[in-house]
């Protein structure tokens, strides 16, 4: 009889696997396959072509093998010799070392595990959310949760688990990897605070569930950001303008919660009051009114101190009681949401009979068309005025009523030449003011820009100075006369408004020989006068 045909004749497992050997022959169906674990009698352990090894586990460090025989019998119970099935079963792997074995974080982050073994290298790690079968998660030695949140108010456990695969496939038991997980941290409640005014600060209270056993870190932004205090009560320090704080809590094991928001809201001043006196000097014995203003709407309160103290007054006109010497008020702006302005300053000077001083004038500066003078300010005095007339007339100063110069442009048909008066004011009526004007401060204008800078030219045609241009500027001065001589003193040109944007008033010479010429320029309007040469050259 024929001897039966096992496929595979030989097998190579991993520890704890099984393997599935197939009996075939020649008599086909009408034969039976009976499998033992020896070739001569042994145990019968299977009847059928197809026989399962079941689970074979290898606890040596080497290969192991495990052999098993079939025999055909036929109808007539006659049986065949047996046939090999060899089975070569790999060693366990050992189990991988996880560190840590157990962690511990806060709900919300996420924790590592490393994985070892004794196969360094040539192993590969796979790891798992279950036992056995599950999904597999991440494969590498390193193995990185992730973000792990635990929305309940207990503890929570998340466990993983890796195996250990060699270059032939086998894979060890799972190693467990156990993360306990916080429970997330309620938000810090902070109430809100009652708006401030600028310049002002506001105090912060951090308060949660976890009481005294929690800490409280300030910080600048929602995320990262700079950490500025660390405490329950936070104190923002002086805010201009509205800012928005984040807290987060903190317990004994170092998890954190969200941080909490909280908006300062800083509400503008008053607008920094303006303050004006009806007489700022004034005499022994008498007193004034002070005016306060401002561009928003603000009650004013009047000080005899720059700070501290009660108001003397409220309203927006002050008037002094009868003031024996120089004293300073301080007006403060209080607006609608009582947000307060610092205190503005005004003086009020009072003197006994005096003479009010004249003013020392003196030039600051002088071109052809315009003169600044300048004078000191004089004790006593509120104001200034100037006259260019002899006190005819008097003007306020160009830099303004208390200003202390002026500025005086000229027209071409203005006299080249002005009388400056200067005289101090003061509202004091104890001060006599009839011997405060200057000194009379005669200005001539300058003409340096008039210099002649053309000595020549070349009628010759060429359409290149052809004519005569003389100087710059001369177009300012319309009563300008030109007078040009020969060398004997004849006068060849006579023109009054000699200008080059004009041709019929420049001197071409173009009938005269070349040579040298006299001229005389003479501008009535500024008493100019100079004489000189040109050359005709062609």
Known sequence: MDVPIVTPPLAVICSGDSTTFTATSLLGTASTYNWYDSLINGNLLFTGDTFNTGAINNAGATDATRMYYVELTDTSGCKSLRTLATVIIRPALDVPIVTPPLAVICSGDSTTFTATSLLGTASTFNWYDSLINGNLLFTGDT?????????????????????????????????????????????????????????????????????????????????????????????????????????????????????????????????????????????????????????????????????????????????????????????????????????????????????????????????????????????????????????????????????????????????????????????????????????????????????VFYNAFSPNGDGINDTWLLTDGLENYPDNNVMIFDRWGKEIFNQTGYTATNNNKVFTGSNLDDGTYFYVLKIPSISFEKSGYVMIVR
């Open 143 to 451: 193995f990185n949760t992730g973000a792990i949140n635990n929305t309940s108010t207990l503890d929570a456990t998340r466990m993983y688990y890796v195996e250990l695969t060699d270059t032939s496939g086998c894979k060890s038991l799972r190693t467990l990897a156990t993360v306990i997980i916080r429970p997330a941290l309620d938000l810090p409640i902070v109430t809100p605070p009652t708006p401030i005014c600028s310049g002002d600060s506001a105090l912060l209270a951090g308060n949660s569930l976890l009481g005294t056993a929690a800490t409280y870190n300030w910080y600048d932004a929602i995320i990262n950001g700079n950490l500025l205090f660390t405490g329950d009560t936070f104190n923002t320090g002086v805010l201009y303008i509205s800012r928005t704080y984040f807290v987060e809590l903190v317990d004994t094991s170092g998890c954190r919660s969200l941080r909490t928001p909280i908006l300062v809201t800083v509400l503008l001043n008053a607008d920094q009051p303006t303050a004006s006196a009806e007489k700022s000097v004034i005499c022994v014995g008498t007193l004034t009114r002070i005016f306060a203003s401002s561009l928003i709407d603000s009650v004013y309160n009047w000080y005899t101190t720059e700070q501290g103290g009660l108001p003397i007054f409220t309203g927006d006109t002050f008037t002094t009681p009868l003031l024996t010497a120089t004293t300073t008020y301080f007006i403060e702006g209080v607006n609608l949401l009582g947000c307060k302005t610092y205190r503005t300053p005004i003086s009020i000077i009072t003197i006994a009979d005096d003479t009010l001083q004249a003013p020392n004038v003196a030039i600051a500066s002088r071109t052809t068309s315009s003169a600044t003078i300048f004078w000191q300010a004089i004790p006593l005095a509120t104001s200034y005025r100037v006259s260019t007339d002899n006190g005819m007339t008097w003007i306020a100063p160009s830099s303004g009523n208390v200003g202390l110069e002026h500025t005086y442009n000229r027209s071409s048909s203005d006299k080249a030449e002005i009388s400056f008066l200067v005289q101090a004011q003061t509202d004091a009526t104890c001060v006599d003011q009839s011997m405060a004007i200057s000194k009379p401060l005669l200005v001539v204008f300058e003409a340096n820009e008039l210099q």
